[in-house]
């Protein structure tokens, strides 16, 4: 068996230790003599894992009691629409920061159930910062301020938590969940795909604040109406209970880890060494301002183009795969999640150097 440094940026690497319990509990999961896939969604089984994965998830992010945790489907994506539903609350309209192709894709959905403003937009420069909070325009009767904290195809990481005062602030944190301790209470909503930083696609992580749900738009399905989901401890209906286990599995080998603020420090050091390498040459090029640079996904470009197809064959050669940038922005990108190893990222500087060495 021979795996690979694997820099997708979704479904992307998952932590080996838990890939390898996930292999030695298929068969015959703790004396069930089943796998977690055969297992009743009511039995007292999986009701243990879902338990402890939402204990789990609010000890990492420390989620103050009054937020409620569910477990959902229908991907990011689906929270696109799911959010204004449920959030709306009677009001005409919800701001937008425009920072990339994924915020372009939550506003386009948005614009189905309410008026857009788009507050604050990177376009102007290609969308390789997060616009300052003193430029943005917002509306105090908006419903919500939505933001997207990491733009995962530009490598634009907000640093910062947007301050909106009374107008709750949403999320799509997709592909930097977990990456770093997280302030939870400035938040009204939180989202996620699980297939970026948590788990298997297929699951949809949602903190929301109590106080905010319990008015969905009457033709809210069921189970994408969050107070109707938070009443049933997300399960009106079958929950993708095999990604809801291997999520458990790595909240708890986080937590072995010693936590998200041991994580952030890891991740620190994984993106400054990408970030330096870039930085130290002529030959490479990173197009986001230094200070919104994500540490999750760090696109960058060969000077010469040319080369990217030599680059990425290379590259594969070593072991080092899924470098090829989003067709969006071309050129490459380095996912680097909470799963990539250090020694991952080191073979990587590794080869960029060697190859500018033999190409530069
Ligand atoms: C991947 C991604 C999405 C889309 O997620 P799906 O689970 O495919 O719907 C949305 N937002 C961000 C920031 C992403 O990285």
């Known amino acids: 068996m021979t795996r690979v440094y694997n820099f997708s940026a ?17 068969l015959d999961w703790r004396g ?28 990492l992010l ?7 945790v569910l477990f959902l489907q229908g991907g990011a994506a ?20 425009h920072t990339g ?26 969308f ?15 419903a919500y301020v939505h933001i997207t904290s990491n733009e995962t195809i530009e490598g634009v990481e907000f640093h910062w938590i947007p301050e909106t005062d009374d107008v709750p602030l949403v999320t799509d944190a997709s592909s930097h969940i977990l990456s770093r301790p997280l302030d939870v209470g400035r938040f009204g909503l939180i989202y996620a795909g699980a297939q ?4 298997p696609a297929g699951l949809t992580i949602v903190i929301v604040r109590e106080d905010l749900i319990g008015q969905a738009l009457p033709q809210t399905p069921s189970v994408f109406d969050y107070k109707v989901q938070a009443g049933a401890d997300s399960m009106i209906n079958t929950p993708p209970t095999y990604a809801l286990y291997v999520a458990g599995l790595v909240f708890r080998w986080l937590k072995e880890l010693g936590g998200l603020a041991k994580m952030e420090a890891i991740n620190v050091a994984k993106a400054r060494l990408v970030y330096d390498c870039l930085d130290q040459t002529e030959f490479y090029h990173s197009p986001v301002a230094k200070e919104d640079r994500s540490r999750m996904n760090i696109p960058f470009q060969l000077r010469n183009g040319r080369l990217d197809e030599e680059f990425l064959k290379q590259a594969r050669g070593c072991g080092l795969t899924q470098l090829k940038g989003h067709r969006a922005v071309g050129g490459m990108r380095a996912s680097i999640y909470n799963a990539m190893p250090m020694e991952g990222v080191k073979a990587l500087v590794e080869f960029m150097r060697e190859f500018e060495r033999q190409h530069g």
Request: hydrophobic fraction near 40%; glycine fraction near 6%; aromatic fraction near 8%.
């Open 196 to 199: 970026k930083n948590i788990g």
């Open 78 to 97: 689906g929270q696109f629409a799911i959010v204004p539903m449920n959030l709306l609350r009677g009001r005409k309209s919800a701001d937008y920061v």
């Open 128 to 142: 390789t910062y997060a616009p300052k909070q003193d430029t943005w325009k917002l509306d105090r009767e908006a």
């Open 32 to 59: 069930s003599g089943m796998s977690v896939m055969e297992m009743s969604h009511r039995g007292k089984e999986f009701i243990a894992i879902h338990a402890q994965a939402e204990a789990d998830l609010r000890e």
């Open 10 to 26: 979704g479904p992307a690497v998952l932590p080996e230790p838990v890939l390898r319990q996930a292999a030695d509990e298929m």
């Open 62 to 68: 420390a989620v103050p009691k009054s937020y409620k």
């Open 101 to 126: 192709y994924w915020s372009k894709k939550a506003i386009t959905e948005a614009k189905r159930y309410c008026k857009v403003n788009i507050a604050a937009s990177s376009e102007d420069a290609g």
